[in-house]
Every structure is written in C-alpha cells, then in structure tokens.
C-alpha cells in the first residue's frame, strides 16, 4: 500500500524508543521515574468532575453540537475579561477539541502550498507539523539561551519575513519553560503589522507561572487583535487533558474562516464537556491554585537536588516542565537520554527531538510526586553519570 510522502516527514521515534526501553528495564525489575510526557497526574478538582458525570448521565447530550453553546462563548468572555482585561465578542471565540488539532485547522485556514510559516526552534511538534500538513514552508526561529529563549524579531531575515503568512508563538514556552515580558508582545504585534504576518499566540500554560511572573496575554497588547488570535486550553490548567477542551480568540475574520473548516471536519465539543469548561471557568480558583503550587514546589525540589549533585539547572518561570543542559562530556542529547535512562532509570525527553536547537538539552515534565523526584535525584548521584 502506498501512503502520502507527508506521512514520511512525521514519523517520531523517539517516544517508541523510550518506551521500548523503559519496558525492558521494568521487565528487567528496575525502578523507572518517567518524567517525559508532560500528561498532569493531579486529579481535577470535584466540581468539574462532578459536572461531568452529571451532565454525561442526560441523554440529550448526546447530540451532535455543531456549534458551541452561548452559555460557553459568555463563559468564555467573562473569564477573559476577569483574567486577563481582554473584552471579547462571541464572534471572536470558537472552542476546540483540543489546541492540538487546531495547529493543524489554522494551518489549513491561512497557508497555501508554498508560504512561509515562522515557528520557534526548539518547540513543540505541532507548531511545525500544522503548517507542514497545510504545505507551508517551514522557517524556524531559534530559542537561545542568551536571549532567555525569547524569538529575537532583529535576526529574521527581511525577505523571509515579507513573505511570511504566519508566526507561532508560545510562552510560558514548552519546551524551555521560559516565559515573555510584556515589552515582547508589544514588539510582536509591531513586527506582525510591519510585514502583515498572522499570528498564533499557545497560551497553555498561562496560569502555571512562578516567582512572581505574571501570565498574560497576547491579546492584551493593543492592536493585537487585528493581526492574531490566541489558543487557550484547561488541560494542563485544570487537570482534564483527556477531555481536549480549548478555544481560539482573537480577530473575527480568523475565527470565522476557522469556523467555516470545523464545521466540514467535525461537530464540536461534546455537550458535557462544554458544561465541564464552564463549570471550571465560572467555579472556584483554589484548585488552580493548588495546581500551581504543586508544580512550583516540584520544580524546586528537582532543580535544588539537581544542584546540589552538580547537575546546575536555571530556575524557569513557567509551565509544567524544565529545560536542562546536558553535561559538557556528552555532544548528543539523546546518548545521554539513553544513558541517564540505562544508568539511573530516570527517563527524559532529549531536546533535539524539538528541533535542532534543542541539541545540548533535555526536557523533564513535573508529572512525578515528591518521592519520586527524591528517588530520581539519588539515583541520579549515585549512578556517576556526572563524573569525568
């Protein structure tokens, strides 16, 4: 059988790979602390689960919903403006299932065969994915360390951005846990309107700052709107990954051509989870906060065990991951992901697998509790890796 030469540029064989090998190591009979895919192990908080199983039990919501209820677009708007000080009109909100797959509609909504899409390297698979699937030709903007991993507007080549259609932004950012000042998003939305370029800002992890950060967002900038739209997602926030609950806001025009190709592609978010998200829009913040927090505190403990057995990790202001330079004796990422996994049976993700700029790091996603952590940490100083 003979598939599509796209499907070719998508294959990833990292994530089998460590599978692989962690079965074989829990074959074996060795302890594995798996910190690499970012799927949150705190439970959602009652109220939406409850909303859920509620809403789940009334058979008229089982019916196609092919556009999103009004009471979730006002949900919506409200949440934004309490938020963040964005007033939105409901025919700038849409909902999505899940922000993932709308990389892959916007995509299809604004590039043709051909046309420049810029997206950060190291990043997330499907900032480049999207538009590669709409036949985009992708140009990346490295993610360096002494830019504190923000996209510097000054090193993108003039004619690459004359002819750019779209920019993917993200921060707090996934991979490199690094967040934005303000000041960045004002010089943003000048670059897009200076070349005319849309832009598709991932919100995700706006809530999981740190140390005082403030997240925000793109939105808020003025003239933002006019040039750009925004996802936003309760997965990570809220703990309900599985429930692939998001939403796009932002300029109308690109909301309505977003729309118009979900409404060929598929039927809109199950009814019952549309009543989780207002559940959890409109419901108390502390679980959000006691999300955060359990975050914040794992973070802490692996960056000061990490520290103190001489692997030295900058302390990052958000997300749900860190971003971790590999030692000097190691040029591959992914030997010492191998080797780390081989010797300690901690497992991570090696940033090359976000793209060339990502060589030289490794990912950890805080998806392990306290004890885990500590364990990683011993294991980790007792195994020597660090040792010349």
């Not at 409200?78 to 700038?92: A, C, F, S, T």
């Not at 934005?180 to 849309?198: D, G, H, M, S």
Request: charged share 25%; aromatic share 10%; net charge positive.
């Amino acid at each position: 059988m003979i598939f599509s030469k796209k499907m070719e540029q998508l294959t990833s064989a990292i994530f089998s790979q460590l599978l692989e090998r962690k079965n074989k190591l829990i074959a074996e009979g060795r302890e594995v602390i798996d910190f690499s895919v970012g799927t949150p192990d705190i439970p959602p908080a009652h109220h939406i689960i409850n909303t859920i199983v509620e809403e789940s039990s009334k058979p008229e919501n089982y019916i196609y919903s092919i556009n999103d209820t009004e009471e979730l677009k006002t949900s919506v708007k409200k949440w934004y403006n309490k938020r963040y000080g964005v007033k939105l009109k409901q025919d700038e909100i849409i909902s999505l299932i899940g922000s993932q797959s709308g990389f892959a509609e916007l995509s299809l909504c604004l590039v043709d065969k051909g046309d420049i899409v810029l997206t950060p390297d190291p990043g997330y698979p499907i900032f480049s994915v999207g538009p590669y699937l709409a036949g985009a030709e992708i140009v990346k903007m490295p993610l360096l360390k002494e830019n504190n991993y923000l996209i510097d507007f000054n090193s993108i080549d003039k004619e690459v951005a004359k002819k750019a259609k779209l920019m993917i932004v993200s921060y707090p950012n996934n991979p490199t846990a690094s967040t934005a000042p303000r000041a960045f998003y004002i010089k943003l939305v000048e670059f897009a309107k200076k070349y005319n370029i849309a832009v598709l800002h991932d919100n995700a992890y706006s809530e999981l700052v740190f140390d005082h950060t403030e997240g925000g967002s793109f939105l808020s900038i003025p003239g933002a709107k006019d040039i750009g739209i925004e996802f936003n997602s309760l997965s990570k926030t809220y703990s309900i990954p599985g429930c692939r609950i998001a939403f796009a806001v932002g300029n109308r025009d690109i909301i309505k051509q977003l729309k118009m190709l979900k409404s060929h592609v598929d039927y809109g978010m199950f009814l019952p989870f549309q009543k989780a998200a207002i559940a959890a829009l409109e419901g108390p913040r502390d679980c959000v906060q006691s999300v955060k927090n359990t975050y914040k505190k794992r973070r802490d403990i692996l960056i000061k065990g990490l520290n103190k057995i001489g692997w030295h990790i900058d302390n990052t202001g958000g997300s749900m991951f860190l971003w971790a330079a590999i030692p000097p004796k190691y040029k591959s990422s992914l030997k010492f992901t191998f080797d780390l996994m081989d010797k300690t049976g901690v497992i991570v993700v090696p940033g090359s697998s976000f793209g060339a700029y990502g060589e030289g790091f490794v990912r950890f996603a805080l998806v392990q509790n306290q004890e885990k952590i500590l364990n990683a940490i011993q294991n980790i100083e007792l195994s020597g890796i660090f040792e010349n």
